[in-house]
């Protein structure tokens, strides 16, 4: 188990996001490196072991994209499922459309809705010059074909 994640690096979980969820935790624990190695090499394990089992579960239903109750399914069908609360799902909700509205392209890119605006007039001035040339184009094949 440890051994082959440390073998893949893209199955890896940045440990500095391990730290931050153990200290928001348990604030007080001072924990080992070999420790937080495991620790580490056990999460890395655990959403494979769930995303897989989600994946499974998502592809029977003939379902394309992971959803949050395939996640939930899941969970309970590994044994997991102490760790579901409607408490819990509540709270992720808000996270996570807090994370999509941060992660959206406009802002990654630095684009200002002003820009945005501008962008999509020069879009519709360009499609307009396109339907008139083709338009154009169309009348100088009727006339040719008169």
């Given amino acids: ?29 001072w924990v080992t490196n070999d ?44 044994g997991f499922s102490s760790c579901i609360s409607e408490e819990f799902l509540q709270e992720c909700k808000p996270v996570a459309l807090q994370r999509r509205k941060a992660s959206s392209h406009l802002e990654n890119f630095g684009i200002t809705e002003e820009l945005l605006s501008w962008q999509q007039e020069l879009f519709a001035k360009a499609r307009q010059q396109q339907a008139e040339l083709a338009q154009q184009e169309w009348l100088q094949m009727q006339q040719a074909a008169q």
């Fill in 35 to 78: 420790a937080w190695e495991l620790v580490v090499d056990c999460c890395a394990e655990f959403i494979h072991l769930i995303s897989s089992e989600a994946n499974e579960i998502c592809n029977k239903s003939e379902k394309k994209t992971i959803s949050p109750e395939h996640v939930i399914q899941a969970l309970e069908s590994s």
């Fill in 1 to 29: 188990m440890a051994s082959s994640s440390r073998n893949n690096d893209d199955l890896t979980i940045p440990r500095t996001a391990i730290n931050q969820v153990s200290k928001e935790t348990l604030p007080n624990i």
